[in-house]
């Protein structure tokens, strides 16, 4: 069993910075790809940022120049630090990583998420 575990949300007002963490644990082997998606209000959900296990990013438009999404592997933990944080940025944060367990499964592993609110 793998488990997400993200921290680091709260309130910000715009302008300001957050950093998101997610921790990941369990029978791991290899951790591939690992993402942030987020919901906002009334919205689907949308890809924020990913990382390969190259560390290759890429990011949402909305986004572009002011996220970065990093990784720690030898603390299988993914990063996102959002600076110049806007209102429409508020949403609940999602990390998600495509896991190979220590029995070979491959598995795609969700959080259970962080809420970013940003006031104006």
């Known amino acids: 069993q793998v488990q997400l575990v993200e921290s680091g949300g709260g309130l910000v007002q715009a302008g300001g910075s957050l950093r998101l963490s997610c921790a990941a644990s369990g029978s791991i082997l290899k951790i591939n790809t690992m993402a942030w998606y987020r919901r906002a209000p009334g919205k689907q959900r949308e890809l924020v940022a990913r990382i390969t296990s190259g560390e290759l990013t890429n990011y949402a438009d909305s986004v572009k120049g002011r996220f970065t999404i990093s990784r720690d592997n030898a603390k299988n933990t993914v990063y996102l630090q959002m600076n110049s944080l806007k209102p429409e940025d508020t949403a609940a944060y999602y990390c998600?990583?495509?896991?190979?367990?220590?029995?070979?499964?491959?598995?795609?592993?969700w959080g259970q998420g962080t809420l970013v609110t940003v006031s104006s």
């Open positions: 998600n990583a495509d896991v190979v367990t220590t029995s070979l499964r491959y598995l795609e592993v």
